[in-house]
């Protein structure tokens, strides 16, 4: 008995040294000087015209640590007085100790930061270390009055082209991936949409990426949205007018759907009985009526096919248009409209109404008073 006490005394021991030689091995970290950093500029109004051109620089001095670790640095913005509650990222590299950011990447940041455009707003900027996943040090803040721009919904939104032998008619060209209609991923996930128009029946098309044939799809034949790049035959518009078309393109998938648009409501010449139907104008790529009256005590819309599936409408609520103001429009049949809100006039009058639907991302309505 004597020898196992001993044994398991001797076990008890071991264990309790390698225990305190375990803690004497943790090292403490210390952050022996704070990163800093400083702009080039306090206060910067964003262009459009310039959105590839350095608008703002900022230098920094990596903070130290004893012992010395590896890490990893980000610029933070945020709205002043907000304590960065919410914010915005930008990786920095590891080799360099300045980094300059464009007039689109910084509008950007205001965008992600629901900043209004047009408006100067102080922005507090810091440099943010990591070390990992949970662990992070930051520099001084220094403080930047930005004015954003509104972006070209043409420049920010991934699109593919729809090259084909109606484009001509449409006022793009035939046949050129460069100069043709193309359908916009609004969510930026690889989902397109958009419309066409064609002047004449059996019209052909195809679907192109980065305005050129490389990589082109087609219909796999079978016409039954199924989208090949190897073998792939012209898809068909079988009769003329608008299309709303989607596709998929890591999918391999598309749609087609007729979508001849007019406008319908009780604050037009023939109410909710019928629609008075829009033409389309090549020469501008919008849909237009040219002149119809308008009173101020109803409402209208905009629907397809003398119907009610697809619908352009005010996102949430009624809304009131200003002459020669465009606005905004939302498709319903996209899941962008909250109700059944509809558009007034403050006015009554003759008014032309124009639709620009190149752009799915941005549909705009403009009625301007005659």
Not at 23 to 41: F, G, M, R, V
Not at 112 to 119: F, K
């Amino acid at each position: 008995m004597k020898k196992i006490f001993n044994v398991l005394l001797v076990a008890l021991v071991g264990l309790y040294l390698i225990s305190c030689s375990k803690e004497d091995d943790k090292i403490e970290l210390n952050n022996t000087s704070q990163a800093k950093i400083t702009s080039d500029k306090t206060s910067v109004v964003l262009d459009e015209t310039k959105a590839g051109q350095n608008a703002l620089t900022v230098t920094w001095e990596n903070p130290t640590f004893t012992p010395s670790v590896g890490f990893n640095n980000s610029l933070q913005f945020a709205v002043a007085g907000t304590s960065f509650a919410t914010n915005v990222l930008q990786d920095l590299p590891s080799d360099q100790k300045t980094f300059s950011l464009t007039h689109l990447q910084l509008n950007n940041i205001l965008a992600q930061l629901n900043v209004a455009p047009d408006t100067a707003k102080p922005i507090e900027v810091r440099m943010r270390t990591s070390l990992n996943s949970t662990t992070f040090f930051y520099s001084n803040v220094v403080t930047v009055n930005m004015t954003g721009y509104k972006p070209n919904p043409d420049l920010i939104y991934p699109k593919i082209n729809v090259p084909g032998g109606y484009a001509g008619a449409a006022g793009y060209a035939d046949w050129d991936p460069t100069n043709s209609p193309n359908l916009f991923s609004p969510e930026k996930n690889d989902k397109y949409r958009g419309f066409i128009y064609v002047t004449n029946p059996n019209s052909e098309y195809k679907f192109t990426i980065n305005q050129s044939y490389t990589g082109d799809k087609g219909d796999d034949g079978t016409f039954t949205g199924k989208l090949v790049e190897t073998g792939e035959v012209n898809i068909k518009a079988v009769t003329a007018g608008t299309y709303y078309l989607k596709v998929d393109w890591a999918a391999n998938t598309y749609s087609s759907v007729l979508a001849n648009f007019g406008v319908i409501g009780d604050a037009t010449p023939t109410g909710w009985g019928s629609d008075t139907d829009f033409v389309y104008n090549p020469a501008t790529k919008t849909y237009v009526i040219n002149s119809i009256a308008l009173s101020n005590t109803g409402v209208f819309k905009f629907r397809a096919n003398d119907d009610w599936a697809i619908k352009f409408q005010p996102k949430d609520a009624e809304q009131t248009l200003v002459s020669g103001t465009g606005v905004q429009s939302y498709l319903s049949s996209e899941g962008t409209v909250t109700g059944d809100p509809g558009y007034k006039v403050s006015q009554a009058g003759n008014y032309k109404i124009e639709l620009d639907l190149h752009n799915s991302a941005y549909y705009k309505l403009t009625i301007t008073k005659l």
